[in-house]
């Protein structure tokens, strides 16, 4: 089954999203999501200019060989660009293949390991109590586990709050519209004394058995996390993601020598060498590298493979600049896998939804991938020319002497 056309198609219904549609010779189609967030344009230009001239006339079925031949054929390995794109014929092309076989994806990559993905949504406000009542509207829809923040007295605006628009359920996008990023401010020492508090406060009112999660979003040094982990221990966190950046990935053997709560990192790692030490040494216990920047279903595969090796589970990226086509693959590997975790899922708008409508489901707290033939989501062209793209850009970091700081 021979390609014959690969199309990358750029639209923001709400904020921007890459799509690669492959097409075989005999009609049939498949989806890859490509979306770099602040980035678009250039995972774009990549996929059209570099690599869609390369797939016409190859066999759709050869996936594993696609996959190396775009990445060591490229002689410039890895980095998100050359990923995302690889990801988004990847997955185009595993959706092609379910849709041939009558099949959807998780059945091709050994049938379903469990019924349902455990999956969190994001709680988020200016106050410990906001956030509280944000949490509070998560367990009446029936999630078991929810991440928490809040912002930092102090400071105005912190990253995963809402700013300027409220804090509406499950509304926040980082990526703003405009010609140039917005500047936010950071201090380690209020932000570390307020998310203590915030964590008493949620297991005050939601006792025990609530699964709770942060995100520190590579703002701490080791001891900086440290320190955070083991304020937080007494109210045994579900993990904290990103405590620190993980390009020195020896900082997690620190981290992991100095606290025992649960360690989640990876959503900007691109590949299985990316965070082969993290996994192998054990440093971490939830690697949460995505579908649509690690190099696409069969590369996630290969990392969660080797996490399952060391007792390290998945907690895949499932953020709003993913779109529902990367969602859609990610539910399809979370439900084949034995080592799952939990999947994060913050809910797409309405414009989104209508761009890519799909047939896997949230229902109580879990998702369901889609049963029908590939990965059960599609593309409306027409919908996604109706919302062209904007520039947008994630905001950039200071810390209040004004040094640039990890955002």
């Not at 054929?73 to 595993?94: H, N, Q």
């Not at 999956?119 to 944000?134: I, K, M, R």
């Amino acid at each position: 089954m021979r390609i014959a056309a690969a199309d990358v198609v750029v639209t923001c219904p709400g904020r921007n999203f890459v799509t690669l549609k492959i097409t075989t010779e005999d009609g049939v189609t498949g989806l890859g999501d490509a979306t770099l967030n602040g980035r678009e344009l250039a995972v774009a230009s990549y996929l059209r200019d570099h690599v869609a001239p390369l797939l016409v006339g190859r066999d759709a079925h050869r996936i594993t060989d696609l996959w190396h031949y775009l990445y060591k054929g490229a002689y410039w390995r890895r980095g998100p660009v050359t990923m995302t794109a690889i990801a988004a014929v990847d997955t185009a092309l595993w959706d092609i293949k379910g849709k041939v076989a009558g099949l959807p994806v998780y059945e091709l990559l050994g049938g379903a390991a469990r019924d349902r993905v455990l999956c969190y949504g994001h709680a988020s406000g200016e106050t410990v109590e906001e956030t509280l009542e944000q949490v509070q509207a998560y367990v009446d829809e029936g999630y078991r586990a929810v991440r928490v923040q809040c912002g930092v007295p102090g400071l105005p605006a912190t990253y995963g709050v809402p700013h300027g628009e409220g804090s509406s359920f499950g509304a926040y996008e980082p990526a703003q519209v405009g010609a140039m990023p917005q500047e936010a401010t950071w201090s380690t020492t209020a932000y570390l004394d307020v998310v203590p508090r915030l964590f008493a406060a949620v297991r005050e009112r939601f006792g025990p058995h609530l699964e709770v999660l942060h995100d520190v979003h590579h703002r701490l040094t080791p001891m900086e996390a440290a320190r955070l982990g083991e304020s937080l221990r007494p109210y045994r966190p579900f993990w904290i993601e990103d405590p620190t950046p993980a390009e020195n990935q020896r900082a997690f053997e620190l981290l992991r020598a100095h606290t025992s709560v649960p360690i989640a990192v990876g959503e900007v790692l691109t590949s299985i060498w990316d965070c082969q030490d993290l996994i192998t040494n054990q440093w971490i216990d939830y690697i949460r590298t995505t579908v649509v920047h690690a190099g696409g279903i069969t590369h996630l595969k290969r990392i969660f493979d080797l996490a399952d090796l060391y007792q390290v589970r998945s907690g895949s990226h499932g953020a709003t600049d993913l779109s529902p086509v990367s969602m859609a693959a990610a539910l399809h590997v979370d439900v084949s896998i034995p080592n799952f975790g939990i999947q994060e899922y913050m809910r797409h708008t309405a414009e989104t939804d209508a761009v890519f409508p799909h047939t896997w489901r949230f229902e109580r707290g879990h998702l369901y991938p889609s049963t029908e033939p590939g990965l059960g989501v599609e593309l409306d062209e027409e919908e996604a020319a109706r919302h062209p793209y904007r520039q947008a850009y994630l905001p950039v970091n200071r810390l209040e002497d004004g040094t640039v700081h990890s955002w």
